[in-house]
């Protein structure tokens, strides 16, 4: 019989998505570009640099300061994330009244950003700990939310824009990000010592078999696989994220959008990134995940150099939302693909360490898009050196493919002799 004060893990995985779209409104920064641009009479490229700082300091808080999540628990984490998040958007408000842009990109970019890694990760883990029978599901509902978060925020800023003006849109929006988080903050929570769901037992004895190691986290990042991985993430991160910053000028650019009909097609981008996780971690569970990072890989290096050449709407956009669930079902893969490679020990720490290349990509994939595309004039130019960066993905997530397979070679022989 469950005890009484057991919290339902179901309701513990909607405070998870509850978290997870609030922080996810980051992704529809490319609808505020203009108006902030406007606001400031600057150049785009500077205004990207709040995004950019702010993807930064997702990272770096999310691998420094992981041991203290689990230390404090989720529920502190999470007010902690929904106060800073909520107090960086508010403060940007307040920049943009003022009319200062060094303000805006110290609230949008480190205050922001810092609520954003600390609440990124605070569900991810907990979320592992709930659900220990379904890995994949898991890590696919606490990272969905933040890929669907696009959808909601990108025409909700679109119509606030036009209605409030932009300072009040700060506002309201910065308000509503800590309601969201601070109620779900309030119910999330750690299982009991020893939990497990009815008839896992045998589950979990099969899936440590299937574990190459169960490490913590100073081991992992003493192997060369956890580098596989990092590089593998850095890049896909750096040509995804530089596509979705750059989403909504490219569409009013390239096809001759309005601003709101730009703004529906960031929406549609948080459609199919937050698709693309669940339905990638699954796909994961089929395909092995090394295969699907593989996957991911190959077709990307055609995308991308083809993107910029297509001659119709309806294949630019396929191509470009494939990309998409891409980018999104490697950030849900990931945990499951850490898993397998280091086991559940610390995998919450790993987690964290790895996506330090977050906060690298989001500055780096951005500022090579910006930089070519400047210099160029060309998004053909520009879209076909991030193709040449997924070569170099497809090199390494080979190498890691090679690793695993030796290595599962290597105990099925241990297991004969």
């Known amino acids: 019989m469950k005890p009484k004060h057991l919290k339902n893990r179901w309701l513990i995985a909607a405070s998870a998505v509850g978290i997870h779209i609030s922080i996810g409104s980051v992704y529809a920064y490319s609808v505020m570009t203009n108006p902030v641009k406007d606001i400031f009479g600057t150049d785009e490229s500077n205004i990207k640099w709040a995004f950019k700082i702010a993807i930064l300091l997702l990272g770096l808080s999310a691998a420094f300061l992981g041991k203290w999540v689990e230390k404090v ?21 307040l920049a943009v009244q003022l009319e200062s842009l060094p303000l805006f990109i110290i609230c949008y970019g480190f205050i922001g950003g810092i609520g954003l890694g600390i609440g990124y990760i605070t569900p991810v883990s907990t979320l592992v700990k709930w659900f220990p029978d379904r890995r994949g599901l898991a890590t696919g509902m606490a990272i969905m939310g933040f890929g669907f978060s696009a959808l909601i925020f990108g025409p909700l800023m679109a119509k606030l824009f036009e209605t409030v003006g932009v300072a009040n849109t700060f506002y309201v929006l910065g308000l509503l990000y800590m309601v969201l988080i601070f109620s779900s903050s309030l119910y999330i929570e750690r299982p009991p010592e020893g939990y497990a769901p009815e008839g896992y037992q045998a589950t979990e004895n099969t899936k440590i078999k299937k574990d190459i190691s169960n490490i913590d986290a100073n081991s992992a990042i003493k192997t060369t696989r956890f580098y596989y991985m990092w590089i593998m993430m850095f890049i896909n991160i750096s040509c995804g994220i530089a596509l979705i910053s750059a989403a909504s000028p490219m569409v009013q650019d390239q096809l001759g959008y309005t601003p709101m009909q730009a703004a529906g097609i960031v929406g549609l981008i948080g459609v199919f990134n937050g698709v693309g996780r669940l339905l990638w971690s699954g796909a994961s569970d089929y395909l092995g995940r090394s295969n699907t990072y593989i996957l991911f890989f190959a077709f990307q290096i055609l995308a991308f150099y083809f993107l910029p050449k297509m001659s119709t709407e309806l294949t630019f956009f396929i191509i470009l939302f494939t990309v998409i669930t891409m980018y999104g079902g490697g950030f849900a893969t990931l945990p499951a693909f850490l898993g397998d490679l280091f086991g559940t020990k610390q ?28 210099q160029t004039g060309s ?36 297991a004969m002799a």
Request: glycine share 14%; proline share 2%.
């Open 73 to 93: 628990g989720p529920k502190i984490s999470g007010l902690t994330a929904g106060a800073c998040y909520g107090v960086g958007i508010v403060g940007s408000g």
């Open 347 to 374: 995998l919450g720490a790993i987690h964290g360490m790895v996506l330090s290349c977050w906060g690298l990509a989001g500055v780096f994939g951005p500022t090579v898009f910006d930089m070519v595309k400047k």
């Open 379 to 414: 998004l053909n130019t520009a879209l076909e050196i991030f193709s040449l960066f997924f070569v170099i993905a497809l090199i390494v997530s080979i190498l890691l493919k090679r690793f695993i397979v030796n290595h599962h070679a290597k105990e099925a022989e241990l």
